[in-house]
Every structure is written in structure tokens, then in C-alpha cells.
Nanobody
């Protein structure tokens, strides 16, 4: 089993920055950040796997940076130049299995990740 605990959400004005953290217990092959706004489907934000592959959603590329401290087994998401449309509940997710045929679309698909944290709220005001 993998347990994921997120922290670091909050409220910020547009243009501001936040850093999310996700502490993991147990082995993970791929970890990522997903978000869900009210009335919308959960979507992938960024993922990173043990083979060094990183994927970003087009909407956050150039503004968000995903990273992982393997010694601490902790995942981070540095979010800069935040926009009101980034407002959502942010979830940390993970999978243990290697990809069979990697693609950006696959890595950012919520259904491909088995373990989920409880979520942390990010609110960006204009």
C-alpha cells in the first residue's frame, strides 16, 4: 500500500506562487499532481516517473515545475504566475507499475494512478 499526504495549499492572488508537497510512504514508480475544479472532471497537471520522464498539461507548462526528492520520498509542485483558472482541489497520486507504452496522455490520465491523497485546496483570486 502507498499512503500520500499533501500539504501546501492556500489562497493567493493572481500572479502569486505556491508550493505543494506530497509525502509518500512505500515504493512508487510514478507520481503526479492532478486537480479538480467544481463541476469539472479531474485532470492531470504534471507527472514524474522513476525513468526521469516528466509531463505537464499544456495549461501549466512554463509556470509549474514538478520535482521529487527521492531521499525524502516527497513530491513537489512549484506553482508560479498563478491564474484564477488554477483554482481547484489538488491531489497527489501515484502508481507502482511501469508504463507499458508511455505517452504524455497516459501519464496525465487519472485512471492510470492507483493511489491518491486527500487533496489540498488552491484558490487564486483576481
Amino acid at each position: 500500500q502507498v499512503q500520500l499526504v499533501e500539504s501546501g495549499g492556500g489562497s493567493v492572488q493572481a500572479g502569486g506562487s505556491l508550493r505543494l508537497s506530497c509525502a509518500a510512504s512505500g515504493y512508487t514508480y510514478c507520481m503526479g499532481w492532478f486537480r479538480q475544479a467544481p463541476g469539472k472532471e479531474r485532470e492531470g497537471v504534471a507527472t514524474i516517473d522513476s525513468d526521469g520522464r516528466i509531463s505537464y498539461a499544456d495549461s501549466v507548462k512554463g509556470r509549474f515545475t514538478i520535482s521529487k526528492d527521492n531521499a525524502k520520498n516527497t513530491l513537489y509542485l512549484q506553482m508560479n504566475s498563478l491564474k484564477p483558472e488554477d483554482t481547484a482541489m489538488y491531489y497527489c497520486a501515484a502508481r507502482r507499475d511501469r508504463w507499458v507504452g508511455y505517452s504524455k496522455f497516459l501519464s496525465l490520465s487519472p485512471s492510470q494512478h492507483n493511489y491518491w491523497g486527500q487533496g489540498t485546496q488552491v484558490t487564486v483570486s483576481s
